[in-house]
Structure formats: structure tokens, C-alpha cells
């Protein structure tokens, strides 16, 4: 049994290698024996034992040679060896310990000390060897925990590269992207470039949990307005309600920007992951779009109301020349003591105002002719104080505020008091029987693209100096749908309104080449400016010649009428003959061209309706000019005389008529072109 562990005893010595044997056995130890220095190392190398007890004094190899050869060898070196000695011996007691000895006993030995001894030193041995195992193991430990840090610096290594890599490309991204909580204050464990910059702000400015909403919205009342919406989305928990479209980003004197948004929640943390994009671009497009389209949709109902009113008031326009002509005919032709003049007054009276609301149609429509001149707006009202006073309620107040040293304006004089005495009619009867003010100024304005466009007709006209009048009141205003509509034909919100007094205004203007704009608050009053261009040096208009008196006025010659309305021809005719005129007739061009064919010498002009079914005024004339290139014709029509005259210039057209023409324009244009009767 080796329950104490096993010992060497070295001794060539008999008796007391049997005593020894007795003794340790009977202590519980493993007995083995040699009798000399050789057996010893060979039978320790065969099996290690775990104590030696060696005698020093022994024939052949001693002691000391044996322990100088058990501690060359790594195999024995760790076997505690206990030397049996001489007591005298101290040199050679120092000598084994220095040799590697664990212990001395001197021979003859005392039982219990030698028992002692052996024990400590096994003892000893054993924890020697324990120590030597934990440290085997703490070594074992150590390498395979280096091992682990190498790798683990090794995978840091890597990790810090891929992130480093992630985090560039996050940073290029186009879009910004933060990982922050929302509770209400926004605090940031992340954020990309772009993220700040989408809110037009810094890294710095959003890293205080509260600064987000200060640094993001500069408004404080819209802050408030977002800053709920948003937690109150977010805390809805709906993902359709966490994206936000074209949200506005204003920095005071800057351009607004628009950013788009989106928070996604991170699974099982108070925590989101923000997505924000620049979207200024498409909103401006899309503004644009929109504003292009109600622009168009504008000038298209416009356009079409125009139309309608134009050619209503062209065919009314034959039907009161008729019923004109025919009365100042009769009127000439009358006796002046004749009961009658009186009722024909009144018909005279009567077809004017309706010619009046006709102009006002075409006037609208841009159908009407102008006499340019060069006008002085402030003189213009100056001159006409007076008669807008009358034309105002009695509890309105006019006042003026006329600007000094303007530049004049291109246009005619009477189209612009309509448009004075339209406005002024407006204002007057906004304000009702309330008091108020109604503010006529004249001044200058300079109007850059961006002002013009904000106007009505701005877009046709270039930037630079206008003149401006404007005519404000303190009237009952209106709503923004009634000031949408103002400028359609027929619009109106009065009664009695016809809807045609801003509609003339705005042909007015179109055909100025200016622009129109309206500011109106409901309750509060209304302002009407038109701006025309300014005239500068050098645009001098020649002022048209004053029309002398013709009253009588006579020609002589053949005149070929032609026109498609009877009742027309019937008037021309009488007229034409009232100012001495022989005259043939015609229903149409075709008609036309064949008697000219037939008859065109005892011809001296043709007067002639451009609008007529079969073959027009215009392809009449063409044909006529086959016939004798010198024939002279006048064109009447409805239309503006300068469009008129426009399409056929250097085609040697006689002159053209306005309809309705009076007796007094046919006077005038004729006197212009035929010799005048001998009396
Ligand atoms: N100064 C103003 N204040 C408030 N509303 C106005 C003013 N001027 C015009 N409006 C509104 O614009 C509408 C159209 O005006 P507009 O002059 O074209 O027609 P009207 O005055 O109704 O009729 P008409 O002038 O043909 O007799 C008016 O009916 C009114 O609703
Ligand atoms: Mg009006």
C-alpha cells in the first residue's frame, strides 16, 4: 500500500537498511531499497519514487556522486533526497545541501526525528508538486487567455475597419439618417453629415436632448405645431403616421427649404431610427406646376368668356348700328319742329348706352380700336376731379394723392377715364351707404419679374418703370374667391351689376401693355393698382389729328355696298346717299366680285363687311384687286381698326371702319379718300 507514498532507501549498510525498511513500512510507506549509488539511480529512473533516503558513505559510487548524477538527470532532479550522515560531518552536511539535498539526518538516527523529517519533507515534495501543477494549469490558463486577447484584438482590429467603412458610407449618403428618442426632447446616439444639414443646422446644435426642436424649426409657433404632431405620431405607434411630406425649414432672410421624414422604431428599445430627405427641389417644381396650371386654367376661362362676350357684342353691335343710324338719319331728315325729335332723342339715347355696354364687351375682348396719345396720368385725373366726385355716393370722401414729375404713359385717353370711372363706380358703391374713403393715387413703380408675375397680364410684359393708379377704398372688401373671379365678364355680385366693369378694365390694360393687381380684405377695403409702362424719351407718340367738323361734308360718285345684313345695307345706303352718293349693293364677296366684273368702271370705292358667309371682306378684296390692282375699298367690321389695318398692310386698302359706324365715321372716312362735291 503506498498510502504515505513511496521511498528509496539507499544504504549498503544491512542492518540498518532492514531497520529503515521496518520503520517506514510500518509508517504506511512504500518501501523500495538499493544497496549502492548505481542500483539507486537505476531503480529511481525506472520508477520514480517520491522520497529518496540516501546514505553518503557507501562503497563504489558514494552518496554524493549519487546525488550530483539524480540532479543532473530532469527526470530525478525534483525527488526530495534526505542524506543519512555522520553527526560530525558539517562540511559535509553544507556539501549535500548544495548538492541538491532536501535534508540531513545524522547516523545513528533518532526514530521520531527521522519519521519527522520524512514526513515534512514528503509533505513538502507534495506541495511542491501541487504548486508546480497549478502553476502548470495558471500557465495553461494564461496562454490560452493571450491566445483569446490576441484574437479578440484581431477581431477589434476588423471591427473598427468595418465600422470606419459603414460610417463613411452613411456619411454619402443623400440623405440624413440619426438614431435618436423622442420623450418629448430628441437625444441623438447617432447621426449622419446629412442629417443636420437637411435641417439647415449642426451636429453640435442637436446634440442637447432639447436642442432639436429649436435648432430644426426657427418659428416658435410652428415649432409647437410640429413638435406636437410629431410626438403625437410617434407615440401613436402607427407606422403610417410616422412620415412627414414637405415640411418646411425657414431661416429668417433666407430661402425656405422643404424636408421629407420618416421614423421607423427599433424593436424592444425607446429608440427610432430618423430618415430625413431634402425635398426642396420637387416642392418648388411642384409649386410651379400647380401655379402654372391655374395660370393657364385662368387665361383659358378668360379667353373663353372673352370670346363669347366679343362675339355677342359683334353681332349687337350690327343690330345697334341699325337701329342708330336709321334714328340719326331720321334725325337729319326731320324738320326741326317736327313732335317727333323728341322720341328720337330718346332712341338715340337709348342705343348709345346699349353701344356703350358693347364697348365695354369689346373693350374686354380687345376688339375695339385706340387712339395712342401721350398722356400724364396725374393730369388726366386732375381733369377728371370733378366728375368723379359726382360720381361717388355723397358720404364717400375722394381724396387725391397725385405724384409730381411722372413720366408719361402711351395710351387712349378716353379708354383710361372708363377705366378711372369704372374703379371709382366700384369703390363708391363698395362702401354703400356706410362713409368712407375712396384714394385715387398716381405714382411710379419699379417692377422687377417676381412683382410681375404676382400681378394680373404681368407675364406678357418686361420688368422696368411703370406708372402706376391706383384707386383705393374703405370698402366692404372681399373674400378670396370673389377676388379670384373679379376680371370675368359678366361676374358680378350687385344686383344690378352687369359684370363688365373690371372685365373692360382688364381689355384696357391688356391692350396698354400693362398690368393689373388686386388687394382686398373682407370688412376692410380694396385696392385696385394699374401699372402701364412708362413712356421715356424718345417714344413720343404723334398725337392722331383732331377730327374736323364734316357735318357737311358732301361727295360724289358710285359706291358699291356690300354687306350681309339687310338691314345694314338699307342704313349704309341711306346714308351713303344722304352724302350724295349714287350706290350699288351687294349681299356678299361673290356678289361683289361679279357686278365690279360687270360694272367696275362707273365704280369709284367699295365699302365693304369684312365678316360675310360665302366669301369674306378679305378674299373680296383680293379678288377685286385682280380685277383693277388700283381698286379703292374700305373695310368695315366689328374689330379693332388697328387689327384690321394690321392684316392688310401695303395692300393698299382705302381705309378701314369701325363698326358701329356713325354717320359722322363714314363722313370721316370717306372725306379721307373721295373728292368732295362742288356746291
Ligand atoms: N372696390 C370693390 N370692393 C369690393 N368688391 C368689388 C370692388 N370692385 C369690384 N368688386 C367685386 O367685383 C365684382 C365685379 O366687378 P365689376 O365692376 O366687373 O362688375 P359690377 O360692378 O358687379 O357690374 P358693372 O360694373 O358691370 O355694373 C363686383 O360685383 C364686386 O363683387
Ligand atoms: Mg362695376
Same mark, same amino acid.
Request: hydrophobic fraction near 35%.
Given at each position: 500500500m503506498k498510502k504515505h507514498g513511496s521511498i528509496l532507501i539507499v544504504e549498503d549498510a544491512r542492518e540498518s537498511l532492514t531497520l529503515l525498511t521496518e520503520l517506514l513500512s510500518a509508517e504506511g510507506y512504500a518501501v523500495r531499497s538499493a544497496g549502492s549509488g548505481d542500483l539507486a539511480l537505476a531503480s529511481a529512473a525506472a520508477n520514480l519514487p517520491d522520497l529518496i533516503l540516501l546514505d553518503? #558513505?557507501? +562503497?563504489?559510487?558514494d552518496g554524493f556522486e549519487a546525488l550530483r548524477r539524480l540532479h543532473a538527470d530532469d527526470a530525478t532532479r525534483d525527488i526530495p533526497v534526505v542524506i543519512l550522515g555522520a553527526a560530525t560531518g558539517t562540511a559535509e552536511r553544507v556539501e549535500v545541501l548544495k548538492l541538491g539535498a532536501v535534508d540531513f539526518v545524522s547516523k545513528p538516527f533518532q526514530k521520531e526525528e527521522l519519521l519527522s523529517r520524512i514526513r515534512t519533507r514528503m509533505e513538502l515534495s507534495r506541495s511542491r508538486l501541487k504548486l508546480r501543477e497549478q502553476a502548470a494549469e495558471l500557465a495553461r490558463v494564461n496562454a490560452e487567455l493571450m491566445n483569446n486577447i490576441a484574437k479578440l484584438e484581431q477581431s477589434g482590429e476588423a471591427l473598427r475597419e468595418s465600422e470606419a467603412f459603414i460610417l463613411a458610407v452613411m456619411d454619402n449618403l443623400p440623405i440624413g439618417i440619426a438614431v435618436n428618442s423622442v420623450d418629448p426632447g430628441v437625444s441623438f446616439s447617432y447621426m449622419n453629415d446629412n442629417f443636420p444639414r437637411c435641417y439647415r443646422t449642426t451636429r453640435s446644435a442637436l !446634440? @442637447? +436632448?432639447? $436642442?432639436f426642436w429649436d435648432a430644426a424649426y426657427e418659428d416658435p409657433e410652428f415649432r409647437e405645431v410640429m413638435k406636437k404632431r410629431v410626438v403625437d405620431d410617434c407615440a401613436s405607434g402607427d407606422p403610417a403616421r410616422m412620415r412627414w411630406t414637405g415640411v418646411p425649414i425657414t431661416r429668417k432672410g433666407e430661402e425656405t427649404t422643404f424636408v421629407s421624414a420618416m421614423n421607423t422604431p427599433i424593436p424592444g428599445k425607446p429608440l427610432m431610427i430618423s430618415t430625413v430627405w431634402d425635398v426642396t427641389e420637387h416642392m418648388r417644381a411642384e409649386e410651379e406646376r400647380r401655379k402654372l396650371d391655374r395660370k393657364v386654367q385662368h387665361a383659358q376661362r378668360l379667353e373663353s368668356l372673352g370670346m363669347l362676350a366679343g362675339g355677342i357684342a359683334h353681332d349687337f353691335n350690327n343690330i345697334l348700328m341699325a337701329v342708330l343710324g336709321h334714328a340719326e338719319l331720321a334725325m337729319v331728315k326731320l324738320s326741326p319742329m317736327s313732335p317727333a325729335r323728341n322720341a328720337l332723342a330718346e332712341i338715340i339715347t337709348a342705343a348709345r348706352n346699349a353701344a356703350d355696354l358693347c364697348r365695354q364687351m369689346l373693350t374686354y375682348s380687345g376688339r375695339t380700336s385706340s387712339t395712342l396719345e401721350k398722356i400724364g396720368l396725374r393730369e388726366l385725373v386732375e381733369e377728371m376731379a370733378h366728375l368723379l366726385k359726382t360720381a361717388i355716393s355723397k358720404k364717400a370722401l375722394l381724396n387725391l394723392n397725385l405724384g409730381r414729375d411722372l413720366l408719361p404713359i402711351r395710351g387712349d385717353p378716353s379708354q383710361i377715364r372708363q377705366i378711372l370711372m369704372n374703379l371709382i363706380i366700384n369703390a363708391s358703391e363698395a362702401i354703400g351707404d356706410r362713409s368712407g374713403v375712396i384714394t385715387v393715387a398716381v405714382g411710379a413703380t419699379r417692377c422687377d419679374r417676381d412683382y410681375l408675375e404676382s &400681378?394680373? /397680364?404681368? @407675364?406678357a410684359i418686361p420688368p422696368g418703370l411703370y406708372m402706376h393708379l391706383e384707386v383705393a377704398d374703405t370698402g366692404c372688401g372681399m373674400d378670396a374667391r370673389t377676388k379670384a373671379r373679379v376680371?370675368? +365678364?359678366?361676374? *358680378? &355680385?350687385?344686383?344690378? $351689376? #352687369?359684370? /363688365?366693369g373690371l372685365a373692360a378694365v382688364m381689355g384696357i390694360v391688356r391692350a396698354h401693355k400693362g398690368a393689373l393687381k388686386v388687394y382686398s380684405e373682407p370688412g376692410k377695403g380694396t385696392t385696385f393698382k394699374i401699372l402701364f409702362p412708362a413712356l421715356t424719351e424718345g417714344q413720343e407718340v404723334a398725337r392722331s +389729328? !383732331? *377730327? *374736323? *367738323? /364734316? !357735318?357737311d361734308w358732301r361727295g360724289k360718285g358710285t359706291i358699291l355696298l356690300v354687306d350681309d345684313e339687310e338691314s345694314l345695307i338699307a342704313l349704309g345706303g341711306r346714308m351713303l346717299e344722304h352724302l350724295g352718293f349714287t350706290v350699288l349693293t351687294a349681299a356678299d364677296g361673290l356678289q361683289a366680285v361679279k357686278l365690279y366684273r360687270e360694272r367696275g368702271k362707273e365704280i369709284d370705292l367699295v365699302l365693304m363687311d369684312l365678316t360675310m358667309p360665302h366669301m369674306d371682306g378679305g378674299e373680296a378684296f383680293g379678288e377685286l384687286r385682280q380685277v383693277n390692282p388700283d381698286v379703292r375699298v374700305i373695310l368695315s367690321s366689328g374689330y379693332s381698326r388697328d387689327d384690321v389695318a394690321g392684316r392688310f398692310a401695303g395692300k393698299n386698302l382705302a381705309g378701314v371702319l369701325q363698326k358701329p359706324y356713325t354717320l359722322a365715321k363714314l363722313t370721316e372716312a370717306l372725306s379721307a379718300v373721295m373728292p368732295r362735291a362742288e356746291r
Open positions: 553518503i #558513505r557507501m +562503497p563504489g559510487m !446634440a @442637447d +436632448p432639447n $436642442g &400681378t394680373e /397680364l404681368g @407675364d376680371f370675368e +365678364p359678366f361676374f *358680378s &355680385t350687385k344686383f344690378t $351689376g #352687369r359684370g /363688365l +389729328p !383732331a *377730327s *374736323s *367738323s /364734316l !357735318a
